[in-house]
T-cell receptor, first 114, second 114 residues
Framework: ETGVTQTPRHLVMGMTNKKSLKCEQH?????MYWYKQSAKKPLELMFV???????ENNSVPSRFSPECPNSSHLFLHLHTLQPEDSALYLC?????????????FGDGTRLSIL | GENVEQHPSTLSVQEGDSAVIKCTYS??????FPWYKQELGKGPQLIID?????GEKKDQRIAVTLNKTAKHFSLHITETQPEDSAVYFC?????????????FGTGTQLKVEL
């Protein structure tokens, strides 16, 4: 039990589908993150939310749309994805106090685009 | 932006031996350096971290050293055990408010052989 729960664990979708990834943290943290993990590449930071405000968007294509309705929940809405978007999508959370606290990761959603 | 390089990409050791993984970073302003362990089918788990005001930190069989002048840091695992087999990632960031934006290395696949 990591304290950060991601659903679904696996998702297969066609390029024209719309789906959403969900992340929930039970750690009382106030910052949440989306990362993309592809084979043979470093984890890529996609989005950062701190106190429910988006503070980072690392040039991610608009077919990925994040949503953070409260400090415990984070969504990643997907539409019109490409085959190269197949990857493991990881959510993380941390407690932001201006000094930086460790990020705690969920176990990810394995996304496959047909 | 920050760039983190990690070596080696694979490392095989005999049980009981030590393992060393090295990382270099490019941004001299980086001041927070965590190490994560990722097992198959799981998300990364923090195993140790170090801040730039400290040169070395140890936690049982795991230690991290930091050389700010050379901009490199290393993970040392002593008395390796089969359960240490996993992928290890280093990361670097500049601690500020508004989220902890980590830049990750490409990972090291550690295999501990009996």
């Amino acid at each position: 039990e990591t304290g950060v729960t991601q659903t679904p664990r696996h998702l297969v979708m066609g390029m024209t589908n719309k789906k959403s990834l969900k992340c929930e943290q039970h750690l009382g943290h106030n910052a949440m993150y989306w990362y993309k993990q592809s084979a043979k590449k470093p984890l890529e930071l996609m989005f950062v939310y701190s106190l429910e405000e988006r503070v980072e968007n690392n040039s991610v294509p608009s077919r990925f749309s994040p949503e953070c309705p409260n400090s415990s929940h984070l969504f990643l809405h997907l539409h019109t994805l490409q085959p190269e978007d197949s990857a493991l999508y990881l959510c993380a959370s941390s407690q932001e106090e201006g000094r930086g606290q460790p990020q705690h990761f969920g176990d990810g959603t394995r996304l496959s685009i047909l | 932006g920050e760039n983190v390089e990690q070596h080696p990409s694979t490392l095989s050791v005999q049980e009981g031996d030590s393992a060393v993984i090295k990382c270099t970073y490019s941004d001299s302003a980086s001041n927070y350096f965590p190490w994560y362990k990722q097992e198959l089918g799981k998300g990364p788990q923090l195993i140790i971290d170090i801040r730039s005001n400290v040169g070395e930190k140890k936690d049982q069989r795991i230690a991290v050293t930091l050389n700010k002048t050379a901009k490199h840091f290393s993970l040392h695992i002593t008395e390796t055990q089969p359960e240490d087999s996993a992928v290890y990632f280093c990361a670097a960031s500049i601690l500020t408010g508004g989220g902890n934006k980590l830049t990750f290395g490409t990972g090291t696949q550690l295999k501990v052989e009996l």
